[in-house]
């Protein structure tokens, strides 16, 4: 009895080829247009398919369980984050879910130091001056940033991620290391070495010269950045965030922007996604917007469809999964 995967968009190359040369004994169902997949069509293709996989643009919740059919057995999403899937609705089905951490780490933390350097180092402005012509005779008072030997920083998050953000800014001559997060963690404090220490979220905005988020979106995440906390930050702050744009309120970010509460602000992430060109936070020049690329390698987006394509194979032979998304 042949299985049926629904795959949800056209994966990188190598885990495209896979996919064209056929998986043993399932059969590929394909949305291969390069946008994401009209939610009208995800409900139709989904009717009687035993796997899904998806991405973090495909809402999967009990319309599409529904629309699926009791016979899906599993969803597994090719990103860490699994914000986008009700997992309560899934466990209340027996459906197993699998997301790809781990591969992406480094990329992630790469980008996330990308942005710090970026926008502590006025990278936006510095750029658009040599292209409009503003670049005049070397002054010893234009452009000044900020760097990172001996500062503290905040992070948000003290898991796979941001761990490998600290262990980089150790490499930056960071000084001292706070962290939130649910609860302390000696291991990961071990790992970072040095300075480094849990604190309460106020005492993190008061402290620290770069905020870096890096947890993952939930109902106690959900605008935990919003106008009263940007309000607590050092006014030359550096804050960041590579993990899930609705950790930020945008529009107390925004106001907080308007009125030079923060020093500079890179994102990967924002609400929505794509944030329009007519969204008030492109307009200021201390903000750099990515367009969510924290994984953004060839290494790494092909480390991540193949172990979706591994988990969405366990899942359908009825194996556990070698990546569950509570791991
Ligand atoms: C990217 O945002 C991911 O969750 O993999
Ligand atoms: C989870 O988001 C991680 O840090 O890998």
């Known amino acids: 009895n042949r299985k049926t995967l629904l795959v949800t968009r056209t994966l990188p190359q190598a885990s495209q080829e896979r996919l064209d040369r056929g998986l043993d004994g399932v059969e590929v169902i394909q949305w291969k ?15 009687g398919v035993d796997g899904i996989l998806c991405l973090l643009t495909d809402k999967i919740d009990s319309e599409l369980l529904d629309a699926a059919g009791p016979q899906l057995k599993v969803v597994s999403t090719m990103s860490v984050g699994f914000d986008h899937v009700s997992v309560k609705e899934l466990e209340s089905r027996k459906i197993l879910l699998g997301n790809t951490p781990g591969v992406l780490t480094d990329a992630t933390a790469d980008t996330t130091l990308l942005l710090v350097l970026s926008a502590g180092r006025r990278l936006r402005e510095g750029v658009d001056a040599v292209i409009q012509g503003k670049w005049g005779a070397w002054s010893p008072t234009w452009l000044l940033g900020t ?22 800014l150790r490499a930056f001559g960071v000084e001292k290391i706070l962290y939130q997060g649910t609860k302390p963690k000696p291991e990961a404090e071990a790992e970072v070495g040095g300075k480094i220490e849990f604190a309460e979220l106020d005492q993190l905005l008061k402290e620290s010269d ?3 988020v890096c947890c993952a979106l939930n109902d106690k995440t959900q605008n935990m950045f919003n106008y009263e906390t940007f309000s607590k930050m050092k006014r030359d702050v550096v804050f960041v965030n590579t993990a899930r744009g609705g950790i930020v309120d945008q529009s107390g970010l925004i106001r907080a922007l308007k009125e030079g509460k923060l020093g500079s602000v890179g994102l990967d992430v924002t609400v929505p996604e794509p944030l329009p060109t007519d969204s008030e936070l492109l307009q200021f020049p201390n903000c750099i917007v990515l367009p969510h690329i924290g994984s953004g390698t060839m290494e790494t987006r092909t480390a991540m469809s193949e172990i979706a394509i591994e988990n969405a194979l366990s899942g359908l032979k009825g194996e556990a999964l070698p990546h569950p998304h509570n791991a």
């Open 33 to 47: 247009e390069d946008r994401a997949i009209p939610r009208s069509e995800f409900l139709k293709l989904a009717k």
């Open 147 to 168: 760097q990172l030997t001996e500062k503290t920083v905040g992070i948000v998050g003290l898991g796979r991620i941001g761990v490998a953000v600290a262990k980089r």
């Open 210 to 212: 770069v905020i870096c």
